[in-house]
Each structure stands twice: as C-alpha cells, then as structure tokens.
C-alpha cells in the first residue's frame, strides 16, 4: 500500500475531521451511568465537573486524531484490523464526554480543531516509523491516559457518580487498547520520549481544563 495520502486520502481525512469535531459521536454500548440519577452539584462541583469531562473529551478528540493519521501510514493490515476495535471504541468515548458536558451544561474545548490538527500529524508521523514504533507509541498513550483518567477519578465531585461512571469505563477500556498494542508487538519507548508525551500530555490537560 502507499504510505503516501493520494487526493482521495486527503479528502476522506478531511471528512473525518470534520466530522470528529463537528458532529455528535454515536455510540454502540449504552452510556455507563446513563441509569443512574442526577445528583444535584453545587456551583463550583459542577464547574469542576464540566472542566475534567471537558479535558477528557478533548483527550479523545486527540484519540481520534492519532488513529486516523496513523491509518494513512500505518502498512500492516493485521495491525490496522486490530486496532479498528479500539478505535470505534474511541468513539464511544468522545461520543460519552460530549453528552456528559452536555447534561452538565458546558462546552468543549476551543483548542479541538488545534489539537486534532496535531494529534493527525504526530500519528501520521508514527505509522510511518513501522508497526514495532507505531504501537509501542499507541500503548504508552494509552497508558497515560489510563494513568490521567484515574487523577481524575481522585478530583471529580464525589457526587457526579455519572460523570464517575463514564471516567471508569474508559479506564478499563484504555488499558484494554494498551495491552492490545503491546500484544500485537508494540516496542517501550526511550525514557525521553516518555518524558516529552507526558510534557505535551500535561499542556494539553492544563490548557483544556480552562478554554
Ligand atoms: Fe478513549
Ligand atoms: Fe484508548
């Protein structure tokens, strides 16, 4: 297969980011929480609450960013297969987020059509590395978010035991994807690479708390 996008790459890509960051996500699994009642949060739970789901949803905004630059590059369609699965499952999770914010009455982040923008470029970058770099890229992400989501099971209200629920689910399925990329080959990483995504990680989950 070419690495290279043609013209009908582009314009597919194209397509699917507009629709990641301006269409409603669906999801097949039905929302963890989505039983349980509404809890009433004070004003400054609530505002906290938004800010956390708000930093998630733009994480998997970035999940998705990463799965379809890594499609244009990556070569080998066993891993492509593989790795389809945690992406739908992505989905699910921006599609989670988003209602959660909703329901919570918030808004997502500004910076998504900038973080997408990146996030498309660094998987991109990453396929083109070969399988062994590519998914041993793919598990440490998915490690530190599983890491990030748990820091926010500690900070989330108490209370929100939806917006808990959601954050729980997706730990699970985080460390899922993880172990699926290391199954299927996926290298660690040097310590400074390591060091650097944990960098831009914490850029990314300070700045979207607030914009
Ligand atoms: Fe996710
Ligand atoms: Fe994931």
Known sequence: MNPMPGMDSLIVNFDRALRTLCARATSVRPQPGGGLDETR????????????????????????????????????????????HAAEQETEHLAWTAQRIDELGGRVSQLNPLLYAGSFTIGAFSGLLGDKWNLGFLAETEKQVEGHLDDHLGRLPDDDHKSRAIVAQMKADEAEHARTALAHGGAGLPAPVRHAMRAASRLMTNSTYWL
């Open 41 to 84: 949060l004070d004003e400054h739970d609530r505002r906290n609450a938004v800010a956390l789901m708000r930093v998630n949803h733009a994480g998997e905004i970035c999940a998705q960013a990463l799965y379809h630059g890594q499609s244009v590059t990556a070569r080998n369609q066993v891993v492509r297969r593989a790795l389809e």
